[in-house]
């Protein structure tokens, strides 16, 4: 059974930076593509961004290019999301997922959500 723990949220002013990471068992991380997804309230879960195992592949939503970097360490089984020049409209509950890519879109593969880590982005 695969399971995500996903940790790092918080409160922080926009502009400001946080750190997710996501910890998976259950799977063979190494060879999983893994991804970020985000759901605001009342709005629909969307993914955020998504790397391939080796990190070569990668997909960023048009709203967090340029401030959102996705990382992996596979030695560790962990997923990474540095997210700088947070806005107030990043304000969601960010999930990770073992996914399937391309440079242009991003899914989650086995329809499996953790619980998630709350961003708050004051303005």
């Known amino acids: 059974q695969v399971q995500v723990v996903e940790s790092g949220g918080g409160l922080v002013q926009a502009g400001g930076s946080l750190t997710l990471s996501c910890t998976a068992s259950g799977l063979t991380f190494a060879l999983n593509p893994m991804g970020w997804f985000r759901q605001a309230p009342g709005k629909e879960r969307e993914a955020v961004s998504c790397?391939?195992?080796?990190?070569?592949?990668?997909y960023y939503a048009d709203s967090v290019k340029g401030r959102f970097t996705i990382s992996r360490d596979n030695a560790k089984n962990t997923l990474y999301l540095q997210m700088n020049s947070l806005k107030p409209e990043d304000t969601a509950m960010y999930y990770c997922a073992a996914v399937a890519l391309s440079g242009s879109w991003c899914v989650n593969a086995l329809k499996t959500w953790g619980q998630g880590t709350l961003v708050t982005v004051s303005s």
């Open positions: 790397a391939s195992w080796t990190g070569s592949t990668t």
